[in-house]
């Protein structure tokens, strides 16, 4: 040993002990970290340098019944920010506020805020973007999502209903069918980069989102578009409160149409008040009237103890009936039971029901629906109100007969029509068709259902032919067009108000079907608070319907006139409960492939330089021209009814794609 050794000897064994024991602690701390409390460990790791991003699946969509959609998805974008991480207040809030046009110091006030995180703008679409989209500023954020639009605005927009700013639905089918329409979301793992931000990476975890699925509805647009026209155009003619409207196919329960005026547009929702939001054909009762007189016939004829030829005496209009006295609009003699139905006689209705007597009556208007939910696909339908016959009055017979005492839902009257319409069965009234997934699956499906039998199709025949004496030589007549052979209903009746009748506030309505011998289509029309004297159902209601079934008629050529041969009409009827036409049509992959979305739907049209050569449109129908026009990508401007007549620019004009083409019809 040298002297240095021995001198420095303590020392080294020291500081040799201190480095064995410092490497033994260390490979301690190590097992304990790398074996011991190695997953604590892992998941801190994971947490700074990963991050899980969640992926939005877009809303499925909603589709009239020929796939006309009636929503679609946008893109907008959200702009935030953490204040106290961004250091260029200034600067990010002249940028925001020279691309969205509000002042610097709105967002100024906003970029100064002590929250720990704000919203700068939401529903940001892509020109209001610019070049927001390319800047790097810490603890500026832009996020892009998917907001719900509805491109016909306040068509159909009670039963569609709208979505939040979360895109949650809240009102309408996309409130009740939400869990269809939300899809599943994915995620992405995305790791930090060297400078500090997360950024995706190939081969990180990763979850495809689940888009929502499509719904296709039985609603027509076209019929809907011009449901809601006319029913504006009376209300607004007539002076009433608000017009409600049904139009429906009585042979399967389909409703094509539905609708109520004063409307909304259901892009701006919060801008009108909440009372024109709900659909008034299913969740206001009111009592029809006239329009009931068919419940008290039907009973009536279902007895066989009345024949339509048996007489009753009409009292020169004035009966004293108990405590009350009934009148007629018009001093009636002697009328059969026909002409009873076909002049509104109030006094003749209640002297059938007199020999009728009250049970037949209740139970068959509980058989036609009344007093019951129809179990149509939308929440806030109202039962109506049929009261048990121990609850009648002495004089309650005659005034339910007169369609007074018993609350109704424009549906369940509508519905009770198709009875007659159809042979004698109650069907559900169906506003949903389906439900499809993407890949072309179907979820859910509506089959047209038959609730019930109310008479037999002898009974309902009868029924039919009284009710088309009434447009065609009755109260009716201003229903009527010409060659289609119209069969309906009038109803005029008092509001009851503070417990009494009042008489200067009525409901106007009408019901009809055409053809009547084997009617294809069903329309009812409610006026509410007509001023006189379109408080008659035949000078209000009537005139409505009559119109819209005429636009109608001029438009659908599916429609058979009952001049032409109907036997492949009444074979599709017969098979109409079998019918796969459209699952056909919807299950194809094709159909929601959004490769392949309906041009209405693409978010940004790919043939803007196109040019399109205009087909001959003249003679076509309304529908087929805009059908045409529809597949070449130019929009039709449609002015008149009928037939087209002419066409501006003329056939065989070279045109942009997305150029308008003004069809005349005559």
Known sequence: MTKTYIKFRKRVMVV????????????????????????????????????????????????????KPFTRNII????????????????????ISKNTGKSVSHYLNKLRSKENFIYLERNLN??????????????????????????HNSIGAQIIGYTNIDDNGISGIEKDFNKYLTGAPGWIIKTKGWKGRFQNRSGNPYQKPIDGNNIQLTIDLEYQSILEEELARRQKETNSDAATGIIMDPQTGEVLAIASTPGFNNNKYSKTKIDYHRVRAVTDQFEPGSTFKVVAAISALLKDDIAVSD???????????????????????????SQIIQNSSNIGIVKIMDKVGPMPLYNTARTLGFGTKTGISISGEYSGDLHPIKSWSQVSKGQIAMGYEVGVTAIQLAAAYCAIANGGYLVSPTLVRQIVKNNGDIVYKEEPKIIRKVADEKVMGLMKKMLRSVVSNGTGFKAEIAGWEVAGKTGTAKKAKNGSYNNAEYISNFVGMFPFEDPQLLGLIILDEPSKPFHW??????????????RIINLDDNIIPPSRDRSRHKNNTNDLYQDDIIVAKLSSKKEYSPKKLPPALSI????????????????????????????IGIKPKVDGSGKVSWQSPKPGTVVKYGSTCIISLK
Request: glycine share 6%; proline share 2%; charged share 25%.
């Open 311 to 337: 007489e009753f005496n009409c009292e020169n209009g004035l009966y004293p009936y108990y405590d009350i006295t009934v009148s007629d609009h018009e001093k009636y003699g002697f009328l059969t039971f």
């Open 16 to 67: 040799s002990c201190v480095i064995i024991l410092s490497w033994f602690g260390l490979c301690i701390r190590l097992f304990n970290i790398q074996i011991l409390d190695s997953s604590n460990y892992r998941k801190i790791l994971i947490k700074q340098a990963q991050k899980k991003h969640i992926l939005k699946a877009n809303r499925g969509n909603i589709y009239d019944r020929n796939n």
């Open 537 to 550: 159902g035949s000078e209000g209601a009537a005139v409505a319907f009559s119109r819209t079934m005429k």
């Open 604 to 631: 940004v049209s790919t043939k803007n330089n196109e040019a399109i050569k205009l087909p001959d449109l003249r003679g076509f129908s309304m529908r087929k021209a805009m059908k045409e026009l529809g597949i």
């Open 126 to 151: 892509r020109q209001s973007l610019g070049d927001l989209g390319s800047i790097n500023i810490d603890g500026f954020q832009i996020k892009r999502h998917y907001r719900r639009y509805y491109p």
């Open 76 to 95: 907008h974008y959200t702009l935030s920010a953490s204040p106290s991480k961004v250091t260029k207040k200034l600067e990010l809030a002249e940028m």
